[in-house]
């Protein structure tokens, strides 16, 4: 496998923490992000399969998380737990790839990446601007802020 990113690692470490905690508390869960069983890939090797084939900048994996606290903020009653962290995650990522990046693929390839099938990742796609009130811009002072703490979180973790 591909020599691992830190900014990939340090952003799984930290969903995989969040994930460990909303899965226990066993919560009901009913958005269309939700699956019936969670994915059997890691978050990590989930994000090493988007970056190699998606060939998207840095930024956008840092803009997704950025997208995902946003979600959490504008719907508290959003869980994101082992359920549906994937499916959250490849649309922030194809999300800020569209919005960031000068060159994107189209949504059935993101869904082949993605393990899921084109009508899913279209309905996925206006859902999730929906639930982002199609509020997707990102101001430079904001994005230093979650760079430099993934950056800083990344050193205290690691080995």
Do not use: W
């Not at 009913?30 to 069983?37: G, K, P």
């Not at 994996?61 to 549906?84: G, M, P, T, W």
């Not at 649309?91 to 000068?102: E, G, R, S």
Request: hydrophobic share 40%; glycine share 2%.
């Amino acid at each position: 496998m591909q020599q691992s990113n830190p900014i990939l690692l340090t952003i799984s470490n930290i969903l995989d923490e969040i994930i460990k905690e909303t899965d226990s508390l066993e919560l009901e869960s009913n958005s269309i992000f939700h699956s019936i069983a969670a994915p059997a890939i890691s978050i990590h090797n989930y994000l090493q399969r988007i970056s190699k084939y998606t060939h998207c900048s840095e930024q956008c994996f840092v803009v997704a998380l950025i997208y995902l606290d946003r979600l959490q903020e504008k719907h508290a009653n959003l869980v994101l737990n082992s359920h549906c962290i994937h499916r959250f995650l490849l649309l922030a990522i194809v999300t800020a790839i569209k919005f960031q990046d000068d060159d994107y693929y189209k949504n059935e390839y993101y869904a082949k990446i993605g393990g899921i099938n084109v009508k899913e990742i279209n309905k996925l796609e206006q859902e999730f601007l929906e639930y982002m009130n199609y509020e997707l811009f990102i101001d430079e002072q904001q994005y230093q802020v979650y760079e430099n703490r993934l950056l800083e979180y990344g050193e205290i973790e690691m080995p």
